[in-house]
């Protein structure tokens, strides 16, 4: 079955440019979405079709897509964007979601 | 305002059954594919299951097929999950989410309902 892969934890400092990859088998020739979830919260989708953006998220946000890895990029990391981000993408009428990342920003 | 709100769940033994509903408003809801996703205490995401707009065809995750059905009634607005043969990895919040445009992404979440499959 198919599996996408993230880092357990990425740490960035306030006002610097986090980074969290999300890999898998040929990942660049599929669509991947990003999903911010913090704590006893529901998640939100904050990318999708690799590079969109939903209404209401901010411009820090942004996303890539090719080779084996799809990269979630939050530039200017504010305090309120710690928590678990997911990437998902579809396989075979299947969806997969990564094991999560968690973004301490300190 | 969209909204997803899901109901159902509570405590049940293994080997017993549930059936989850989401009771969706704010937008056309025969229009969309819908998704249901689980998670467990302290873990990620999963994908669970999904179903089109006119509820002819449905997709399962291996772990759930078989034992999982989804269904809508576009006429009440309702998506429905309706699970069988639990066991105690069943344990999880299950979220009802809304595709955005079948791209596969959900721009909705309900709240979810939390399933614990315990003796």
């Known amino acids: 079955s198919y599996e996408l892969t993230q880092p357990p934890s990425v740490s960035v400092s306030p006002g610097q440019t986090a980074s969290i990859t999300c890999s898998g088998g040929?990942?660049?020739?599929?669509?991947v979405c990003w999903y911010q979830q913090k704590p006893g919260q529901s998640p939100v989708l904050v990318i999708y079709q690799d590079t969109k953006r939903p209404s209401g998220i901010p411009e820090r946000f942004s996303g890539s897509n090719s080779g084996n890895t799809a990269t979630l990029t939050i530039s200017g990391t504010q305090a309120m964007d710690e928590a678990d981000y997911y990437c998902q993408a579809w396989d075979s009428s299947t969806g997969v979601f990564g094991g999560g990342t968690k973004l301490t920003v300190l | 305002e969209v909204q997803l709100v899901e109901s159902g769940g509570g405590l049940v033994q293994p080997g017993g059954s549930l059936r989850l509903s989401c009771a969706a408003s704010?937008?056309?809801?025969?229009?969309?594919?819908m998704h249901w996703v689980r998670q467990a205490p302290g873990k990620g995401l999963v994908w669970v299951s999904r179903?089109?707009?006119?509820?002819?065809?449905?997709n399962y995750a291996d772990s759930v097929r078989g034992r999982f059905t989804i269904s809508r009634d576009n006429a009440k607005n309702t998506l429905f999950l309706q699970m069988t043969s639990l066991r105690a990895e069943d344990t999880a919040v299950y979220y009802c989410?809304?595709?955005?445009?079948?791209?596969?992404?959900?721009?909705?979440w309900g709240q979810g309902t939390l399933v614990t499959v315990s003796s």
């Open positions: 704010g937008f056309t809801f025969s229009t969309y594919w």
């Open positions: 989410t809304r595709d955005l445009l079948n791209s596969g992404s959900y721009d909705y």
């Open positions: 179903i089109n707009s006119d509820g002819s065809s449905t």
């Open positions: 040929k990942l660049g020739d599929k669509y």
